[in-house]
């Protein structure tokens, strides 16, 4: 009989441990209140939460908190379930509108992002694993996470690490306002065009008053092909943030051909409470498995790493007068996120000869021209740096 009992609690345990029913508050930070950056004074600080018992690097879900951007905090994010599926979650305060003006709000945001990826190996952190989620105003600033990550005027020097990029791999925006030009158009109990509305506060004026600063506010307004994958989750009679805001998001993201998952919750509220059940869980889940958990070679293997990713490995070496590397060489090498890169050739001493790219560049390929008729006969080394990876290649000119 105690047998029989024993197995009954060790399958209960067991269920506990597979699909777990905690929500938020029950499992405490690994490491809180860390500041990330101190814009104008202001201490901007995150809590971090490991996994146990995961073999590293983690990848990471940013969560970043509602509030019409005037309240709300980074205290218990509704994450305790991905903390335990393996994920490292990050919940971020950043400067709310009574602070500072949009776009202060998403400079702080990627910020954050680039705190993440400075400090990846002392958190184990997976840099090139990243996804935010958030709701309403949270919602509304992951969603330009999304959508921003090659729009300069977006980023912002806040907290420094310029050198790496704030780029996410996915985006779980739960009831976010998408378009500010089109949130009155529907039913609300909300007055989102007058003086004193959450928009209006977050940019400095009533949306009627000012359209230039609603539309550069707009995730949509940045929508473009190279977005990554979202998840859109809304209450079909939310009252505060009109459903139709994700429609339009939604829409959008389709037009251009990024990956979107839309799902509408059928009801009339709006906040966590209408999302707090196990398949909302599940649907957040199974997103960021499909878009951060899928193991490749390329995430396992530093080596493929490089040569998927950085520079490729058929130069044409040596390199002569008469060959590629006459007048205007081409050097190809291709990012996986948008981020700061140089490109420096130096002589056979180390001394540096020209820096070739020293700036933020967007994920994909490059090509970069080289004049290299002045140079003298010799081997030289054209080193490319990123803020993830280094690699070195030798050149011998002949004349």
Not at 15 to 42: C, H, L, M, R
Not at 202 to 217: E, F, S, T, V
């Amino acid at each position: 009989m105690r047998y029989k009992i024993f197995l009954r609690a060790f399958a209960l345990l067991l269920i506990a441990f597979s699909a777990p029913e905690v929500w938020a508050g029950q499992i405490a930070p690994t490491f809180a209140d860390i500041e990330y950056a101190k814009p104008n004074g202001i201490s901007l600080k995150l809590d971090i939460y490991l996994p146990q018992n995961i073999s590293k690097p983690y990848p990471v879900i940013v969560f970043v908190h509602g509030g019409g951007w005037r309240g709300g905090s980074k205290e218990d994010p509704p994450t305790d379930f991905l903390v335990l599926l393996g994920y490292a979650v990050v919940s971020i305060n950043y400067r709310l509108s009574q602070q500072a003006l949009f776009p202060a709000q998403i400079y702080d945001c990627k910020a954050a992002i680039r705190w993440i990826r400075a400090n990846a190996a002392q958190y184990g952190f997976d840099p090139l694993r990243i996804g935010a989620w958030g709701g309403s105003a949270g919602g509304h600033l992951v969603a330009l996470l999304g959508t921003t990550v090659e729009v300069d005027s977006l980023e912002g020097r806040v907290g420094g690490n310029l050198q790496f990029s704030s780029e996410v791999q996915a985006v779980c925006d739960w009831y976010g306002p998408a378009n500010f030009l089109t949130i009155c158009d529907y039913p609300s109990t909300t007055n989102h065009c007058s003086s004193t509305s959450p928009e209006a506060q977050l940019i400095g004026g009533a949306i009627p008053d000012n359209p230039q600063k609603a539309w550069a506010a707009s995730p949509i307004a940045y929508v473009s092909k190279n977005d990554p994958p979202f998840l859109i989750m809304h209450s079909t009679g939310d009252m505060a943030v009109p459903f139709h805001q994700s429609v339009e998001m939604d829409s959008a993201l389709r037009q251009v051909g990024v990956k979107v998952t839309f799902k509408p919750v059928i009801g009339n509220l709006h906040g966590v409470d209408v999302f707090s059940n196990d398949s909302t869980r599940k649907a957040v889940a199974d997103f960021f498995d499909r878009q951060l958990k899928t193991p490749t070679t390329v995430e396992n293997n530093p080596a493929e790493i490089a040569r998927k990713y950085y520079l490729e490995q058929n130069y044409p070496n040596p390199f002569s007068a008469s060959g590629a590397f006459g007048n205007a060489m081409t050097i190809r090498f291709s990012l996986p996120l948008s981020e700061h890169a140089t490109l420096k050739v130096f002589d056979v001493t180390g001394r540096e000869i020209k820096t070739l790219v020293d700036g933020r560049l967007p994920a994909g390929q490059h090509d970069i021209a080289f004049d290299a008729t002045a140079l003298p006969s010799g081997v030289y080394f054209y080193q490319l740096k990123t803020a993830s990876f280094s690699q070195t290649r030798k050149a011998v000119v002949r004349r």
